[in-house]
C-alpha cells in the first residue's frame, strides 16, 4: 500500500523560506501519482486543519489559499512520485503541522482543496516559525 511521506519540515526564522515535499512510496489503490490532484493542507495548535494549496494533474492548474498566495508555489514531478510546496516569507501565523493528500481525479484541469475528496494522506511534517 503506497504511502505519501511529507518531509522539509523544521524550525525557521520569520522572513525566511523552506520547502515541503511529498513523496509517494508506491501506488495509490492501484494507480500512480499522475492519477491524482495533490493538496497540501496544515493544523496549527488548537485550529482546524485547512487546505492552503492543490496542484491538477500534469500540474495544469494550481490553487492556494489567500492566506498564503504570493508566498507559496506547489509544483510537480511525477517521474519522481513527486509534490512540493515552496514557501516564502514565513510568519509565525503559518506555524503548523503541514499534510499531502492525494485525490483520484479524471480530469487535469482542476483540482480542490476540500478535504472530503482526498485518498490518501501523509502524516505530515511540523513547521515552526518563530525568532
Known amino acids: 500500500q503506497s504511502q505519501l511521506v511529507e518531509s522539509g519540515g523544521g524550525l525557521v526564522q520569520p522572513g525566511e523560506s523552506l520547502t515541503l515535499s511529498c513523496e509517494a512510496s508506491?501506488?495509490?489503490?492501484?494507480?500512480?501519482?499522475?492519477?491524482?490532484?495533490i493538496g497540501w493542507f496544515r493544523q496549527a495548535p488548537e485550529k482546524e486543519r485547512e487546505g492552503i494549496s492543490c496542484i491538477s494533474r500534469l500540474g495544469e492548474y494550481t490553487d492556494y489559499a489567500d492566506s498564503v498566495k504570493g508566498r507559496f508555489t506547489i509544483s510537480r514531478d511525477d517521474s519522481k512520485n513527486l509534490v512540493t510546496l515552496h514557501m516564502s516569507s514565513l510568519q509565525p501565523e503559518d506555524t503548523a503541522v503541514y499534510y499531502c493528500?492525494?485525490?483520484?481525479?479524471?480530469?487535469?484541469?482542476?483540482?480542490?482543496?476540500?478535504?472530503?475528496?482526498?485518498?490518501?494522506w501523509g502524516k505530515g511534517t511540523p513547521v515552526t516559525v518563530s525568532s
Open positions: 508506491g501506488d495509490i489503490s492501484g494507480f500512480t501519482l499522475d492519477y491524482f490532484n
Open positions: 493528500a492525494a485525490e483520484f481525479s479524471f480530469t487535469t484541469t482542476t483540482c480542490s482543496r476540500e478535504q472530503g475528496g482526498m485518498n490518501s
